[in-house]
T-cell receptor, first 110, second 114 residues
Framework: EDQVTQSPEALRLQEGESSSLNCSYT??????LFWYRQDPGKGPEFLFT???AGEEKEKERLKATLTKKESFLHITAPKPEDSATYLCAVQGNAGNMLTFGGGTRLMVKP | ETGVTQTPRHLVMGMTNKKSLKCEQH?????MYWYKQSAKKPLELMFV???????ENNSVPSRFSPECPNSSHLFLHLHTLQPEDSALYLCASSQVVLGDTEAFFGQGTRLTVV
């Protein structure tokens, strides 16, 4: 059974204070690891897909990295508008379903 | 606008009511999904329709019934729900091809069962 654990559950940062969110996973044959951003009362918004260890992707202040056991979402010099819940999900060889972690709620104060 | 539209956005229903949630995707995808998001719990997959074949989570109660008349439309029929079924119900779609499987979500339907 695929499992995803995200840490920390909540993270408070000052504007400009860089940090990283962690996603640890176990999966039977990784087909993809996905990062989403979710604002309150809205659906998750797709950010990145990572397919293999060593891969990195960037988008504005966000950078996602992948190893064989975990993924990190690095946030450089965050702004208040980066405040949201960040979700990590994996897709294994068993099918098209995504298994999600519990998310990290990020709050960036001005 | 994500290309996946859900209606209604909010729904309040009694335990004896019958209602349906609707989802439409405009992305040309060939797989559609229903997820449930409860407070402080990970997103839970309920149903998948992939290449017109239905795959379901065996832990979903029979009071939830999906329908997928074509690759662009997905419904979730609700009947005799319980208060613990109150949650955000999310629809998603993806293109099932090798190496390109990210799912795109709708804005969700906030369901309250009273």
């Amino acid at each position: 059974e695929d499992q995803v654990t995200q840490s920390p559950e909540a993270l408070r940062l000052q504007e400009g204070e860089s940090s990283s969110l962690n996603c640890s996973y176990t999966v039977s044959g990784l087909r993809g690891l996905f990062w989403y951003r979710q604002d309150p009362g809205k659906g998750p918004e797709f950010l990145f897909t990572l397919y293999s260890a060593g891969e990195e992707k960037e988008k504005e202040r966000l950078k996602a990295t992948l190893t064989k056991k975990e993924s990190f979402l690095h946030i450089t010099a965050p702004k208040p508008e980066d405040s949201a819940t960040y979700l990590c999900a994996v897709q294994g060889n068993a099918g098209n379903m995504l298994t999600f972690g519990g998310g990290t709620r990020l709050m960036v104060k001005p | 606008e994500t290309g996946v539209t859900q209606t209604p956005r909010h729904l309040v229903m009694g335990m004896t009511n019958k209602k349906s949630l609707k989802c439409e995707q405009h992305l040309g995808h060939n797989a559609m999904y229903w997820y449930k998001q409860s407070a402080k719990k990970p997103l839970e997959l309920m149903f998948v329709y992939s290449l017109e074949e239905r795959v379901e989570n065996n832990s979903v109660p029979s009071r939830f019934s999906p329908e997928c008349p074509n690759s662009s439309h997905l419904f979730l029929h609700l009947h005799t729900l319980q208060p613990e079924d109150s949650a955000l119900y999310l629809c998603a779609s993806s293109q099932v091809v090798l190496g390109d499987t990210e799912a795109f979500f709708g804005q969700g339907t906030r369901l309250t069962v009273v």
